[in-house]
């Protein structure tokens, strides 16, 4: 598979949900509906099984401590730059440092991966960062602006985890994989089946929502921050830190080529599913997405 290849895909079915829902197929809450199931379901699943399977040993510490600080710097300075540079509200920056610094891992990541890296032990260990430590960490925040005071309590914060699917299915992925654990046929393959409609009911609601959503007229300068950190200052300061930690040249493709990776459809998902940010979320997908590829290929040709 080329890697212009992997990306058809995701822009064919975000064609498809824009087209359903701008000829009326699938009615007017189709993209809330469908980012439910995604969100309360099907994600959860994915995720579930993913973790499962993934094991917990033989991490390459210093390439995973390259890639974590090049994704705290970028979701911080995005976090920062909703508040500074547009005034969004406190809901709204934990989307925006998610669309700047949270990438496409999983089905964008395992081509790229394949294609570019010749495997996909590294990005596995990127999936895990994602979900136990930036996942929580935006969703908390997000948690807190749906309280009614906007505090942070800790119990609040405790049931979080039995509140939240994403994060409980996680968890419970992550126990599995450390006992041993195997669920039985009859458990796990309903399972499958939901995990299989995550990405592609994903894709099709965050395209159903760009025929929704109307302009914003900070989008085109938003957008173009949200962009340059995601698909320059990641992989750039990736590559920093990949210097400073004396990484070797395989760790460095492989670093690097995983900051480059567009904003993850999951931004939308948890925008939607919060009701927040949703517009410049929904964007950013589409936008990184389309342009991610020339990133990828400069760093593959620049570090290989």
């Given at each position: 598979m080329s890697m212009a290849s992997a990306f058809v895909p995701i822009w064919m079915l975000?064609?498809?949900?824009?087209?359903?829902?701008?000829?009326?197929?699938?009615?007017?809450?189709?993209?809330?509906?469908?980012?439910?199931?995604?969100?309360?379901?099907?994600?959860?699943?994915?995720?579930?099984?993913?973790?499962?399977?993934?094991?917990?040993?033989?991490?390459?510490?210093?390439?995973?401590?390259?890639?974590?600080?090049?994704?705290?710097?970028?979701?911080?300075?995005?976090?920062?730059?909703?508040?500074?540079?547009?005034?969004?509200?406190?809901?709204?920056?934990?989307?925006?440092?998610?669309?700047?610094?949270?990438?496409?891992?999983?089905?964008?990541?395992?081509?790229?991966?394949?294609?570019?890296?010749?495997?996909?032990?590294?990005?596995?260990?990127?999936?895990?960062?994602?979900?136990?430590?930036v996942t929580p960490v935006i969703l908390i925040a997000l948690d807190r602006h749906s309280d009614p005071a906007g505090r942070v309590r800790v119990r609040r914060i405790a049931s979080l985890p039995v509140r939240n699917p994403v994060i409980l299915a996680s968890l419970l992925g992550v126990a599995c994989s450390a006992t041993g654990l195997r669920l039985p046929s009859t458990a796990s393959a309903p399972l499958t089946l939901l995990s299989g409609a995550a990405v592609p009911a994903a894709l099709v609601a965050l395209g159903a929502s760009l025929h929704r959503t109307g302009p914003s007229r900070a989008e085109p300068a938003e957008l173009a921050v949200i962009t340059a950190l995601k698909l320059v200052a990641q992989p750039v300061i990736a590559y920093a830190a990949g210097l400073a930690l004396q990484l070797s040249a395989p760790q460095l493709l492989a670093v690097v080529v995983c900051a480059g990776l567009p904003t993850a459809q999951n931004t939308f998902i948890y925008s939607q599913e919060y009701g927040v940010g949703e517009t410049v979320a929904n964007r950013a997908v589409v936008v990184t997405t389309t342009l991610s590829l020339a990133t990828l290929a400069a760093a593959a040709a620049l570090l290989r």
């Open positions: 975000t064609a498809v949900g824009y087209a359903a829902c701008r000829w009326g197929l699938l009615g007017e809450a189709a993209a809330a509906v469908l980012g439910r199931f995604v969100f309360h379901l099907a994600m959860p699943s994915a995720l579930f099984l993913a973790l499962s399977r993934m094991p917990l040993s033989g991490f390459a510490g210093r390439p995973l401590l390259a890639f974590a600080v090049s994704t705290a710097a970028v979701v911080g300075v995005g976090w920062v730059a909703a508040s500074w540079l547009f005034g969004h509200t406190s809901g709204e920056r934990p989307i925006w440092g998610m669309a700047a610094g949270y990438v496409n891992s999983a089905n964008l990541g395992i081509p790229i991966a394949t294609q570019v890296i010749g495997n996909v032990s590294f990005l596995a260990e990127v999936v895990l960062l994602q979900v136990l430590v």
